[in-house]
Nanobody, 112 residues
Framework: VQLQASGGGLVQPGGSLRLSCAASSRIASRNVMGWYRQVPGKQRDMVATISTGDTTNYADSVKGRFTISRDNAKNTVYLQMNSLKPEDTAVYYC???????WGQGTQVTVSS
């Protein structure tokens, strides 16, 4: 299983970005998937997960601002990030929890 994350970039505070995670496996993309983030010197933290039944779970810091979703036809999981804050700056990784496989990470920088 391979995961390809994309969509990161530089955005001003209050702006939006949508991250994508394309999976090489239909099975992986339709099972439990998650987005995590990491800043230098700190552990990698869960941002959002989506279950097989599309139940979602979010870190308290992103609730109401981020939305995780999936498109089964494209084997892709998304993270829509709105109202971005400087503290959201990190490398974002997607993960297949079923296969315990990580994507390569995509940098998100929120700065004016």
């Amino acid at each position: 299983v391979q995961l390809q994350a994309s969509g990161g970039g530089l955005v001003q505070p209050g702006g939006s970005l949508r991250l994508s995670c394309a999976a090489s496996s239909r099975i992986a993309s339709r099972n439990v998937m998650g987005w995590y983030r990491q800043v230098p010197g700190k552990q990698r933290d869960m941002v959002a997960t989506i279950s097989t039944g599309d139940t979602t779970n979010y870190a308290d810091s992103v609730k109401g601002r981020f939305t995780i979703s999936r498109d089964n036809a494209k084997n892709t999981v998304y993270l829509q990030m709105n109202s971005l804050k400087p503290e959201d700056t990190a490398v974002y990784y997607c993960k297949s929890l079923m296969y315990n496989v990580w994507g390569q990470g995509t940098q998100v920088t929120v700065s004016s």
